[in-house]
């Protein structure tokens, strides 16, 4: 047998390995048979895709990334290339590499991703008229899915106070009735929005029950709609109530740092200017790095004017710094943010503010889960 022979049949081989480890979900194996594969010819382009695959599965994005940098493949991986940026929190990237690919008109894995950046990047409109098309032209078993996501849009132009006409979506499952319970609270109707967000617990307990599911993953999967219950709550003056629901969501210890640090921050302006130490504590949590990227813009720059109030009462040093960066990240908060920094001049020089600045100092802000 020659040479190529010999190579031939090895390649045969590793296919072999490499396909019955792929179908076990063994993608570190299969990894490495991909790599004994491009060892071999690196022309081989099914070993490649094969290798991306296991790299995603594995979710080494960076890595992926630096290999297409790299070695640059014949084919297409517009796909690999976009996913793996919106996998690592840079969904402007993302967007980007999807644009400038020059795929026209997107197949449908491009646009199901595009559909996902476009939300993460708040297009809440763009996002929507997508979903809409890819449930209008596609048909498979996940339409479900695809709805639940184009009502979580919808939620959202309601609170972006949106004029788009949207259409009457279906509310048949406890994830659709959240989001049509956030979409009336993004209209201000908070005593609708709760009667339909205990539906949507309902909903969720009796689903998960039939399911089999333990009592840790049903509060985990509730936990979302309970914080936007006490929410709804709050803004109708029932803090009591909202407040003891936020503990038991923070007791709990919820895997989803977004809804900790609403949470958190809800509590902080319950608070008001009583328990500090406790408020101090929550807001840490409110601004964590973790939380960072799941928050919506919206909430960012509310934590952030919340954080700058609560370093002003309690006289933090950084309360100037913080009011200062708040002014330069958020150029409709300027006057807040200088009002805040006056406020804590007078507080250093011991001089009383006058009853007209007590009542223009803002109130702390809150937030919902959408």
């Known amino acids: 047998m020659s040479k190529n022979e010999n190579r031939e049949a090895t390649i045969r081989q590793l296919y072999t390995e490499l396909n019955k480890q792929g179908s076990n979900g063994e993608y570190e194996k299969a990894l490495k048979s991909a790599n004994k594969i491009l060892a ?13 695959v296991c790299l995603i599965q594995l979710s080494k994005f960076e890595e992926v990334l630096k290999f297409l940098d790299r070695t640059q493949p014949a084919y297409d991986c517009t796909f690999e290339r976009a996913y793996c940026q919106y996998r690592l929190n840079q969904p402007e990237a993302a967007y980007k590499t999807i644009q400038e690919s020059g795929v026209k008109p997107l197949p449908p894995n491009l646009k199901e991703l595009m559909a996902q950046i476009l939300y993460r990047l708040e297009k809440f409109e763009e996002c929507f008229d997508l979903y809409r098309d890819i449930i209008k032209n596609t048909h498979d078993d996940y339409d479900d899915e695809r709805t639940t996501n184009m009502s979580a849009v919808a939620a959202n132009l309601c609170v972006e106070g949106s004029k788009k006409e949207l ?9 659709l009735t959240y989001n049509a319970a956030c979409a009336l609270a993004g209209k201000q109707q ?7 967000l205990r539906t949507s617990e309902k909903l969720c307990r009796e689903f998960l029950e039939e399911d089999g599911a333990t009592e840790e993953d049903i509060m985990d999967e509730v936990a979302i709609i309970k914080v936007q219950l006490a929410y709804c709550l709050q803004m109708q003056g029932k803090s009591k109530e909202a407040s003891a629901i936020y503990t038991d969501a923070l007791k ?12 958190s921050n809800n509590l902080v302006v319950i608070n008001k200017d009583q328990n500090m130490f406790d408020s101090k504590k929550k ?13 919506t813009s919206k909430q960012k720059k509310l934590i952030a004017f919340n954080n700058c109030l609560l370093a002003l009462f309690t006289n933090q040093a950084d309360c100037q710094l913080l009011a200062s960066r708040l002014g330069n990240s958020y150029q409709d908060l300027e006057f807040q943010s200088l009002l805040i920094r006056v406020s804590q001049m007078a507080k250093d020089k011991n001089q009383p503010r006058s009853p007209r600045s007590q009542q223009e100092l803002p109130a702390l802000e809150t937030l919902a889960t959408a």
């Open 252 to 263: 709990h210890k919820t895997n989803d740092q977004a809804l900790t640090a609403v949470a």
């Open 283 to 295: 807001m840490k949590q409110a601004t964590s790095e973790q939380a960072e990227h799941k928050l």
């Open 190 to 196: 908070f005593p609708e929005a709760e009667k339909k």
């Open 167 to 175: 259409p009457k979506l279906r509310e048949d499952t406890y994830e």
């Open 40 to 52: 071999l010819d690196q022309n081989e382009t099914k070993a490649l895709q094969c290798k991306l």
